[in-house]
């Protein structure tokens, strides 16, 4: 038998800086990579990081993230 997925619903009360989430990305680095309203959230897992234009974003509202075919998100 294989292994059930586990799915966990993630909002404003765990970490995102916001409820907008536009998209998701897996990178290569296997973090999850969410787009919001008020910036990119960084997933490993355990922990997550926001990035905003504090960071060096151009704006906090992130509506599309893609990657290259060098793993590059942008």
Same mark, same amino acid.
């Given at each position: 038998?294989?292994? =059930? ?53 151009? =704006? ?15």
């Amino acid at each position: 038998m294989g292994q =059930d997925p586990y799915f966990e619903n993630l909002t404003e009360d765990e970490f995102l800086p916001s409820n907008q989430v536009y998209g998701m990305i897996q990178g290569s680095d296997h973090k999850m990579y969410f787009n919001t309203d008020r910036g990119v959230v960084v997933f490993n897992g355990y922990n997550y990081r926001v990035l905003t234009l504090r960071d060096g974003l151009n =704006d906090n509202c992130i509506l599309r993230m893609s990657m290259d075919r060098f793993n590059r998100i942008w």
